[in-house]
């Protein structure tokens, strides 16, 4: 795994593939006592995930997560804080995205789609988790601690499921290698977010009102435990930012490489925009910004987003330990010690499960012959956003940033994909591009 961890996800989808199963073992690395099972097999994530939850902890179910998810669970219900995301995301689509767009295509330059679209979530979540305004989307692409810090961070993360713990806690005790920069990381992290929590706590005591999913810190269980909120804080700033900039760059991807559906979708999307003319009885300059509501109808790009998330997942692998023993619906028994890696990845890219056409990207299979929304996202083989207790609270949001942001740049901008890159998913806990993805733009005449 160590030697493949490059193209980890697909040497396990392919050793699914040659062995014709959906699941199997793997001994850890010599002198570890690690045993793997590695697993694509439905009807045993949804076992694990949901219906036998309890007997399959993962390092985050804790205390902690409860209260956490208890918080995001309040805000991400209600109505006031739906609109307000919306919004926001919105505001920043037409206030930063957009000038920052424009600018590159009078300039006739290139830029990384990828890092545009990780500036865009890094400022919509920091705005939504601290509520905090930012200006990492500005034209002159200003550098930011803490979101290469929150980067590097991530990327240690994976090295930390793959790796054996000794190794890891070897190089943390010699302050080493990757163990190194997650300490110096986490420093600049902790600065950060201990100063975000006091500013929080000094205006609440001056009676200013934020509204973010840390609004009400006052009324919360552990609201003077400071690691606590840094820890809440900083596991929804994760969940937000790195699972729509993943969305977001693979979608752009995909489309972009298939002619035919990103003209499908400007189709839907003129359809839309002149029905807005006809009703507003005005003209529109150039640029044009949807409304969010109106984005919500249409089925075709819906569509498309669904099948981009499914071939391109946010969260590739899951891993999960076992607290008894038990045998799994496809026979296979494990038990205490067995690590098992769910590969989300791969369940989506096998023909026993969405059929031998699996691999290409085709919006079509999630509208059915009335042209409505089929919806896979309640069965068990659509993975994207987790199943059961730990599923993602923010999907609905996620729906609403991405279209924001996809619709505004494809119907104001032609967007060319330089020839000759390497695209390829970077080894990290969220699925992103090894090297990103630079592209021409030219604004775009509808
Ligand atoms: C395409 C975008 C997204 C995808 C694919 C995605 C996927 C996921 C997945 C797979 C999990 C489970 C992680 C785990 O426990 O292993 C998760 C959890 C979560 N997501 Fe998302 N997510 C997306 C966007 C968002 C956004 C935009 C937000 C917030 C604005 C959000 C908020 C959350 C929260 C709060 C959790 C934690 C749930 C818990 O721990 O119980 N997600 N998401």
Excluded at 253 to 263: H, I, Q, R
Excluded at 323 to 342: A, S, Y
Excluded at 366 to 383: A, P, T, Y
Excluded at 416 to 441: C, D, R, S, W
Aim: charged letters at 25%; glycine letters at 4%.
């Amino acid at each position: 795994m160590a030697m493949n961890s490059k193209g980890l996800l697909e040497f396990g989808t392919e050793v699914f593939h040659s062995l014709g199963r959906g699941s199997f073992f793997i001994d850890g690395p010599i002198f570890s006592k690690l045993k793997y099972f590695v697993t694509c097999h439905h009807q045993n994530i949804e076992y694990i995930l949901k219906t036998n939850f309890s007997n399959f902890p993962t390092a985050a179910d804790s205390d902690a997560w409860k209260v956490q998810r208890r918080i995001a669970h309040t805000s991400f219900t209600a109505s006031e804080f739906k609109d307000l995301l919306s919004n926001m995301s919105s505001k920043v689509v037409e206030e930063k995205l957009l000038p920052l767009l424009a600018h590159v295509a009078e300039n006739e330059s290139t830029i990384d789609l990828q890092e545009v679209c990780s500036r865009f979530a890094f400022d919509i979540n920091m705005n939504a988790v601290f509520g905090v305004h930012e200006n990492y989307l500005s034209t002159e692409l200003p550098s930011k601690d803490l979101a290469e810090a929150t980067a590097k961070v991530q990327e240690a993360i994976l090295y930390r499921h793959i790796m054996p713990m000794f190794l890891w806690k070897l190089m943390r005790l010699f302050n080493i290698g990757w163990e190194r920069e997650t300490t110096k990381a986490f420093k600049i992290i902790d600065a950060q977010l201990y100063h975000l929590i006091s500013q929080k706590r000094k205006h609440l005591l001056q009676g200013i009102k934020s509204f973010d999913l840390f609004n009400n810190i006052s009324s919360l269980p552990n609201k003077n435990d400071e690691k606590f909120l840094r820890d809440s804080m900083l596991s929804l700033f994760f969940a937000g930012k790195d699972a729509i900039a993943s969305g977001l760059i693979w979608f752009f991807w995909l489309v972009l490489s298939t002619p035919a559906v990103e003209t499908k979708i400007l189709e839907e999307l003129k359809l839309l925009f002149s029905s807005k003319k006809r009703q507003l009885l005005e003209t529109h300059e150039w640029p044009y910004v949807f409304d969010a509501r109106d984005l919500g109808r249409l089925v075709y790009l819906h569509a498309a987003i669904c099948e981009s998330l499914r071939l391109y997942l946010a969260v590739p692998l899951n891993s999960i330990t076992v607290l008894k023993e038990v045998v799994l619906p496809d026979g296979n028994l494990v038990t205490p010690g067995v690590q098992i890696i769910v590969s989300n990845y791969s369940v989506e890219r096998m023909p026993w499960i969405w059929g031998e056409d699996c691999l290409e990207f085709k919006p079509e299979r999630w509208i059915d012959d009335d042209g409505l929304l089929i919806r896979h996202e309640n069965m068990s083989k659509f993975v994207t956003f987790n199943l059961g207790p730990r599923t993602c609270l923010g999907k609905d949001m996620a729906f609403t940033q991405i279209k924001a942001v996809v619709t505004t740049v494809l119907f104001n901008f032609e967007v060319e994909v330089l020839e000759g890159q390497y695209i390829f998913p970077k080894p990290a806990i969220t699925l992103h591009m090894e090297k990103g993805l630079n592209v021409k733009l030219q604004k775009r005449v509808i």
